[in-house]
């Protein structure tokens, strides 16, 4: 049973940074694709980056040149950088992985971990 399990989420001041973790086990065969996702209350789920498994990376607009995304395969784990960090990016940020590929759908999903950036 797949598990995608965040870590590294907290409360910052603007301008601020944060590294979001996400432990990926109990699957069998290297996703195509894995991504972060964030989600404000009353909005919808927005896709903030995603990466390949051959290492092709894409993200929203409002986070590119802040945001970094990575995977570590050999330790099976997801990173999101986030630099520069802004109020506007308060969210609960999911983790998300796929065996089609970027940018998806997404099938497996991670619990969530909250960012919270105050001004």
């Known amino acids: 049973q797949v598990q995608l399990q965040e870590s590294g989420g907290g409360s910052v001041q603007a301008g601020g940074s944060l590294r979001l973790s996400c432990a990926a086990s109990?699957?069998?065969?290297?996703?195509?694709?894995m991504g972060w996702f964030r989600q404000v209350p009353g909005k919808e789920r927005e896709g903030v980056a995603h990466i390949a498994s051959v290492g092709s990376t894409s993200y929203v607009d409002s986070v590119k040149g802040r945001f970094t995304i990575s995977q570590d395969n050999a330790k099976n784990t997801l990173y999101l950088q986030m630099n520069s960090l802004k109020p506007e990016d308060t969210a609960v940020y999911y983790c998300?992985?796929?065996?089609?590929?970027?940018?998806?759908?997404?099938?497996?999903w991670g619990q969530g971990t909250q960012v919270t950036v105050s001004s």
């Open positions: 109990g699957y069998t065969y290297r996703f195509a694709c």
């Open positions: 998300a992985a796929t065996y089609n590929n970027c940018p998806g759908p997404y099938f497996y």
